[in-house]
Nanobody
């Protein structure tokens, strides 16, 4: 089970930190990702982090502004979002890919488990 939190309303240029708690004893073997979705659109890849935190990958639209991280001891993954833009407004989802091998999972269908989503609204 995945539980995302930390969304809210923020002005453009501001920051938010999303958190995701993962209820599994094998969290440390999962690659984790963040996606986002706006009404009428498919889920869009945002960022992913390998099970061992060594590898990360970001969508071009967030590169240099967002940082994905994790704490395996706490079963937590984070998304630090800085310099937010109105285009970042979306429902954000965390997702778990149980394959411990690293072939950057950027497609939604590569993830087996999903959280319920947290809403981020950026006002201009």
């Amino acid at each position: 089970q995945l539980q995302a939190s930390g969304g809210g309303l923020v002005q453009a240029g501001g920051s938010l930190r999303l958190s995701c708690t993962v209820s599994t004893r094998t969290f440390s073997t999962y690659n984790m990702g963040w996606f986002r979705q706006t009404p009428g659109n498919e889920r869009e890849f945002v960022a992913t982090i390998a099970w061992n935190s060594i590898n990360t990958l970001y969508a071009d639209s967030v590169k240099g502004r967002f940082i994905i991280s994790r704490e395996n001891a706490k079963n937590m993954v984070y998304l630090q979002m800085n310099n937010l833009k109105s285009a970042d407004t979306a429902v954000y989802y965390c997702a778990a890919d149980p394959k411990s091998s690293w072939k950057p999972p950027i497609s939604a269908n590569e993830y087996s488990y999903w959280g319920q989503g947290t809403v981020v609204t950026v006002s201009s």
